[in-house]
């Protein structure tokens, strides 16, 4: 029988938020690939385990070595479908030879987290990207979900929605370290955050 990569999403970091499918995948895994942080937080001490780090090409090849032998667990934050490794494992590996356990992202647990649904909201990601001129216009009533990170953080970002012509007025959300202990949430306006410090790498819920 052919082995599988099975993509496992563990959530927004806190093992409450890990689904049960997942939990026994990891703790059965022969080879284990995530994050360090992830690693640490979840690997079985027998397990082979290798860091996702910058060199993709290495985690690939990884993976297919240890193909051969067993089936191969790859850990990704959140939800496997939402910018994760998963783009890049599909690049290299079929359909048959892959299998996606889904996870509870940070995106939906931020919407849970202020009771709105995020079923009419554009969810973009500007940790380490740009987002188009289109997704961060201004139209009445909208709403958007953002992954932020040092570079384009808040305060940036709420710039640069003030100059896609969204009101100072409009209404932000930001959760940092959603999940953790350390977890940490502001309410505010679009031109209150536009002079915040602070808030790199967390979701932020954008209402107009």
Not at 77 to 86: E, I, Q, V
Not at 115 to 133: C, N
Not at 134 to 155: A, C, F, M, R, V
């Amino acid at each position: 029988m052919e082995h599988k990569v099975i993509v496992v999403g563990i959530g927004p970091g806190s093992p409450d938020y890990i689904l049960p499918i997942a939990s026994r995948s990891i703790a059965q895994a022969k080879a284990l690939v995530g994050s360090q942080r992830a690693l640490d937080a979840f690997a079985p001490s027998h397990v082979r385990a290798k860091v996702i780090d910058k060199d993709i090409k290495g985690v690939i090849s990884f993976i297919s070595e240890s193909l051969a032998k067993s089936d191969v667990v790859v850990m990704v934050s959140g939800d496997p479908g939402f910018y994760s490794l998963l783009a890049a494992l599909k690049a290299n590996f079929t359909q048959s030879q892959m299998t996606v356990i889904p996870g509870i992202s940070s995106m939906q647990l931020a919407f849970a987290r202020i009771s709105e649904v995020w079923q009419d909201a554009v969810l973009i990601s500007m940790h380490g990207r740009q987002a188009s001129d289109e997704d961060l216009q201004y139209k009445p009533h909208k709403k958007l979900g953002i992954l932020t990170d040092h570079e384009h953080n808040p305060s940036y970002i709420a710039r640069v929605l003030i100059h896609h012509g969204w009101p100072v007025d409009s209404q932000v959300w930001l959760g940092e370290a959603l999940s953790y202990e350390d977890e940490h949430s502001k309410k505010l306006t679009l031109g209150e955050t536009a002079q915040l410090a602070g808030f790199t790498h967390c979701v932020m819920v954008v209402i107009a």
